[in-house]
């Protein structure tokens, strides 16, 4: 679905913001994250999963970063070590200007409130043992935010802020439907009042007309609490109608990243081209040319040499097979990582 239908849908205009209104909210320099796998008796390392293998981005207040990509690129694993959920092997991430590396338990306890993870499935993120007033309401008492009435008074209002009502509050997660619970979560992560939410594939377990609403929600949010997000997905129109700028990782790495407009409309990969290709036109009987990918995805264990996209790639030259290309500005505010360019 292209953009002009999406925003039919969701009758919400969208907007780039001015670059010299933005000021960093988050950096991250050479990231990495590398699994060890081990085997036999003894546990011994044979090797390494190159789950996330050096992504350098930034993120603006008030933006909305989208990151894309097939199964197993390392998208929500990269957003687990943004969030220090997952221990990062190498690299560094600042948070308004301050190494997370580097903090200590106090400092990163408090940084929790300002960074909250809206996750995948809005069933199994939530204890099923607990009523929906305890499930947003303990990580108020856990930072010591709110008390007795004033605890109840928030929880309440932010029940009504999704769109959930404050007398549901004593029902169990299973007694909501799947949109309901994602609602809850999300008002869970609105508790603390954060500056982040990094939303890893916030509706790609709902109903399409169920992913407006809550993809609606998100914007309104956005702007009421001034909100900066990580939305990460792999559906590209959904990425297209929320995010501000959009990176597009495979199997570890960041191969394009530049504005969501610049993105579909002069895609420079051939990666990302055939992404777009593949998104199916709403229209009766239109067709498009598809780019289709031979061969698999290679193993994030034992990645090949040179560009990673090379035993798939339309376009290959012998550099390809030989030297990783740097990602590197090909225009303003566009960046390819390809020798093409």
């Given at each position: 679905?292209?953009?002009?239908?999406?925003?039919?849908?969701?009758?919400?205009?969208?907007?780039?913001?001015?670059?010299?209104?933005?000021?960093?909210?988050?950096?991250?320099?050479?990231?990495?994250?590398?699994?060890?796998?081990?085997?036999g008796f003894f546990?011994?390392?044979?090797?390494?999963?190159?789950?996330?293998?050096?992504?350098?981005?930034?993120?603006?207040?008030?933006?909305?970063?989208?990151?894309?990509?097939?199964?197993?690129?390392?998208?929500?694993?990269?957003?687990?070590?943004?969030?220090?959920?997952?221990?990062?092997?190498?690299?560094?991430?600042?948070?308004?200007?301050?190494?997370?590396?580097?903090?200590?338990?106090?400092?990163?306890?408090?940084?929790?409130?300002?960074?909250?993870?809206?996750?995948?499935?809005?069933?199994?993120?939530?204890?099923?043992?607990?009523?929906?007033?305890?499930?947003?309401?303990?990580?108020?008492?856990?930072?010591?935010?709110?008390?007795?009435?004033?605890?109840?008074?928030?929880?309440?209002?932010?029940?009504?802020?999704?769109?959930?009502?404050?007398?549901?509050?004593?029902?169990?997660?299973?007694?909501?439907?799947?949109?309901?619970?994602?609602?809850?979560?999300?008002?869970?992560?609105?508790?603390?009042?954060?500056?982040?939410?990094?939303?890893?594939?916030?509706?790609?377990?709902?109903?399409?007309?169920?992913?407006?609403?809550?993809?609606?929600?998100?914007?309104?949010?956005?702007?009421?609490?001034?909100?900066?997000?990580?939305?990460?997905?792999?559906?590209?129109?959904?990425?297209?109608?929320?995010?501000?700028?959009?990176?597009?990782?495979?199997?570890?790495?960041?191969?394009?990243?530049?504005?969501?407009?610049?993105?579909?409309?002069?895609?420079?990969?051939?990666?990302?081209?055939?992404?777009?290709?593949?998104?199916?036109?709403?229209?009766?009987?239109?067709?498009?040319?598809?780019?289709?990918?031979?061969?698999?995805?290679?193993?994030?264990?034992?990645?090949?040499?040179?560009?990673?996209?090379?035993?798939?790639?339309?376009k290959v030259m012998?550099?390809c097979r030989q030297?990783?290309?740097?990602?590197?500005?090909?225009?303003?505010?566009?960046?390819?990582?390809?020798?093409?360019?």
């Amino acid at each position: 679905m292209d953009r002009e239908h999406w925003c039919f849908l969701f009758c919400l205009p969208k907007t780039v913001k001015e670059s010299d209104q933005l000021e960093t909210l988050l950096s991250v320099k050479d990231l990495k994250v590398h699994f060890p796998v081990k085997k036999g008796f003894f546990g011994n390392t044979t090797g390494y999963v190159h789950a996330v293998d050096g992504i350098s981005l930034s993120l603006e207040k008030g933006e909305t970063l989208g990151i894309v990509g097939e199964s197993g690129c390392g998208k929500t694993t990269a957003g687990m070590a943004m969030l220090r959920l997952e221990e990062p092997t190498e690299g560094q991430v600042f948070f308004q200007d301050k190494d997370i590396a580097k903090m200590t338990h106090k400092e990163r306890k408090s940084l929790r409130c300002e960074m909250q993870i809206i996750f995948q499935d809005p069933y199994s993120s939530l204890n099923p043992r607990m009523p929906l007033n305890r499930i947003i309401a303990d990580p108020m008492k856990i930072h010591n935010l709110y008390t007795g009435k004033a605890l109840k008074e928030r929880v309440a209002y932010l029940l009504e802020t999704v769109g959930l009502s404050p007398e549901q509050g004593n029902r169990y997660p299973h007694e909501f439907s799947g949109g309901q619970r994602q609602r809850i979560g999300i008002a869970r992560a609105l508790a603390l009042n954060p500056k982040l939410i990094i939303g890893d594939e916030p509706v790609s377990a709902l109903d399409v007309s169920i992913q407006a609403q809550i993809i609606n929600l998100l914007i309104d949010l956005q702007k009421e609490f001034q909100l900066s997000y990580i939305i990460i997905s792999h559906d590209l129109a959904v990425v297209e109608y929320i995010c501000d700028r959009i990176a597009v990782m495979y199997v570890g790495k960041i191969v394009e990243f530049t504005t969501y407009d610049k993105l579909y409309s002069d895609p420079k990969h051939p990666y990302t081209q055939a992404l777009l290709s593949a998104i199916p036109k709403p229209e009766p009987g239109a067709r498009k040319q598809r780019i289709v990918l031979g061969g698999d995805v290679p193993s994030p264990i034992n990645p090949p040499s040179g560009c990673r996209f090379h035993p798939r790639c339309p376009k290959v030259m012998d550099i390809c097979r030989q030297r990783q290309p740097e990602l590197s500005d090909v225009e303003s505010g566009h960046q390819v990582a390809c020798h093409l360019y």
